[in-house]
T-cell receptor
Framework: GENVEQHPSTLSVQEGDSAVIKCTYSDSASNYFPWYKQELGKRPQLIIDIRSNVGEKKDQRIAVTLNKTAKHFSLHITETQPEDSAVYFCAASIGHDMRFGAGTRLTVKP | GAVVSQHPSWVICKSGTSVKIECRSLDFQATTMFWYRQFPKQSLMLMATSNEGSKATYEQGVEKDKFLINHASLTLSTLTVTSAHPEDSSFYIC???????????FGQGTRLTVV
């Protein structure tokens, strides 16, 4: 089955700096890669996603890149703000079989 | 986005009793629902995947007789923790996927405390 690895497990950045979270997946058939943000005490919510026919997608300060050959994808947050502090999860899926990475706790220091 | 409602948001029960947690998709038909357990500061641990009308598929190491999952309709899945013990205390969270898309929508989670 699919196995998703996520790094780093914790990340601390200064406000205004960029943050990058990386994930790798094992099943080359995976075709959908969402990223979720979970704030303390709240449910995970989708912040951006990318499909296997696209190499990069951007939405304001967040962007995701996908390298199908290497089977890895990354989340990039620019100009970080304290409200970006949360746990971020990557996932890889084939149809309705979705597997999550272990999560990255991002702390943005003011 | 679509709405998934989980109930109750928190529950305290005595050791040895059973607790039922409901996960409802309010505005779409959820053909697949997922149940996760999340420990403090840790990742989402997938417990099982359920498709409407069929038996749930449990992940390795998850006791199917202890964590009963029912997905009897396209809008409701339930997780019953049977004969709960203090070590079952955790945050349980569900997510749901519809037929047409691949995005998973999460419920708000249930904090279970077994005393």
């Amino acid at each position: 089955g699919e196995n998703v690895e996520q790094h780093p497990s914790t990340l601390s950045v200064q406000e205004g700096d960029s943050a990058v979270i990386k994930c790798t997946y094992s099943d080359s058939a995976s075709n959908y890669f969402p990223w979720y943000k979970q704030e303390l005490g709240k449910r995970p919510q989708l912040i951006i996603d990318i499909r296997s026919n696209v190499g990069e997608k951007k939405d304001q300060r967040i962007a995701v890149t996908l390298n199908k050959t290497a089977k890895h994808f990354s989340l990039h947050i620019t100009e970080t703000q304290p409200e970006d502090s949360a746990v971020y999860f990557c996932a890889a899926s084939i149809g309705h079989d979705m597997r999550f990475g272990a999560g990255t706790r991002l702390t943005v220091k003011p | 986005g679509a709405v998934v409602s989980q109930h109750p948001s928190w529950v305290i029960c005595k050791s040895g009793t059973s607790v039922k947690i409901e996960c409802r998709s309010l505005d779409f038909q959820a053909t697949t629902m997922f149940w996760y357990r999340q420990f403090p500061k840790q990742s989402l641990m997938l417990m099982a995947t359920s498709n409407e009308g069929s038996k749930a598929t449990y992940e390795q190491g998850v006791e199917k007789d202890k964590f009963l999952i029912n997905h009897a309709s396209l809008t409701l899945s339930t997780l019953t923790v049977t004969s709960a013990h203090p070590e079952d205390s955790s945050f349980y969270i569900c997510s749901a996927m519809g037929q047409a898309n691949t995005e998973a929508f999460f419920g708000q989670g249930t904090r279970l405390t077994v005393v």
